[in-house]
């Protein structure tokens, strides 16, 4: 249920998570479900906690690059920095380096430094042609950091790369893009409805 709930109801997700706790504190899959919940839901402290507990129970490292993120939304980039050079982040797969990388580069932008986190993002993973699982978010990271840079043109270039390979709508690219654009979208469902509500209110004239 957990997993069933945590992208469409963050808190219904966590309630769940809290009663697996009880029943099954010791068992490192409930940790790290619990973690997500708490996550979802942006309790960071909880679900850090979480998150230590089901490491030390299976010895994995692959919760590291959200357990940095965690520190993130507790306030403490700098923390989060130190997780990007630790040792454990060379355990990680590619999926989960180019994810550390993601958390670096948002701790960066935390901090204030955009520069700093523009190069972060600045990697082989980024410049290859190949499609994987973290190229949209990847390519939308670097977009969002040449804006905030006001870097407006190559952000626009990388928001277009974005759209390109986001194929599952992962992020907003194709929206931030069209903003660049200056190109607005009608909402032809609340059209309809005034123009109803027009019509409606002529026959009662």
Known sequence: ???RLLDEDPEGAYGYSRVALRLASRVAAVREAAGFAAY???KYGEALAEFRA???MTGNVDLWPVMADCERGLGRPEKALDMAGAPEVHKLDKAGQVEMRLVAAGARRD?????AAIVTLQSPELASNSVQPWTARLRYAYADA???AGRESEAREWFAKAVEVDRDGSTDASDRLAELDGVEFMDAL?????EGEDASSEEKD
């Not at 901090?111 to 520069?115: E, I, K, S």
């Not at 609340?190 to 005034?194: F, I, N, T």
Request: glycine content about 4%; cysteine-free; hydrophobic content about 50%.
């Open 54 to 56: 089901a490491k030390r």
């Open 1 to 3: 249920m957990v997993a």
């Open 40 to 42: 979802a839901s942006q």
């Open 146 to 148: 040449l804006l905030a």
């Open 190 to 194: 609340a059209e309809d409805e005034s």
């Open 111 to 115: 901090m204030g430094q955009l520069d």
